[in-house]
Structure formats: C-alpha cells, structure tokens
Nanobody, 116 residues
Framework: QVQLVESGGGSVQPGGSLRPFCVASGSTFSNADMSWARQAPGKGLEWVSGIFSDGRATYYAASVKGRFTISRDNANNMVYLQMNSLKPEDTALYYC?????????RGQGTQVTVSP
C-alpha cells in the first residue's frame, strides 16, 4: 500500500512560482502512474496533471498546460509539480494521487494560495 505525503505549497503573488512535491512510501511506487489534483474552496476535485510510471509521458489539464510541469524521481519515491506563472484561480489544496486520474488514493494535500 502506497502512502503519500505532500509538501511544498505556500503563498505567492500572481506570476510567482512554487514546486510542491510528494513523498511516497511503499514498494509499488515505481510501477504506478501518478497524478496531481486540486480542490479550490467550494469546488469539486479537479485533475491537474499526470505522469506515466516510467516518466516517459506527461499530461496536463488545459487550464495549466504550458505553466505547470510534472516530474518524478523513482529512485527516491518522489513526484513534483513545478508551477510557474501562477494565477489567483490556481489557489487550491493540491493532492498527489496514485493513478492516472483524480479519483485514486491521495495524501492530505498541500495548500497553494495565489494573491496580490
């Protein structure tokens, strides 16, 4: 069973950058596709980005494509989300998710707040 712990969120001004990351425990991490999802206040869970188990393919929601980059380090059981050109509408609780969508097992989340 994989356990996921997210960190690296924070508060930034519009146009700023953050790089939340997720540390996974469990021997099956390197075999698992992984994703990031987010939930803004009062809204449902939104899939943001995904990466294949071997890191060879990545996918992005239209709302973040060109601004966010997902990556992983299977040797250290970590997944990253580089977020650039942040906008106020990116404010949300960001989750690391096991699997290719937003509905899989996820951690407790890390808060990202974008405001002037």
């Amino acid at each position: 069973q994989v356990q996921l712990v997210e960190s690296g969120g924070g508060s930034v001004q519009p146009g700023g950058s953050l790089r939340p990351f997720c540390v996974a425990s469990g021997s099956t991490f390197s075999n698992a596709d992984m994703s990031w999802a987010r939930q803004a206040p009062g809204k449902g869970l939104e899939w943001v980005s995904g990466i294949f188990s071997d890191g060879r393919a990545t996918y992005y929601a239209a709302s973040v494509k060109g601004r966010f980059t997902i990556s992983r380090d299977n040797a250290n059981n970590m997944v990253y989300l580089q977020m650039n050109s942040l906008k106020p509408e990116d404010t949300a609780l960001y989750y690391c998710v096991k699997g290719s969508g937003a509905a899989g097992y996820r951690g407790q989340g890390t808060q990202v707040t974008v405001s002037p």
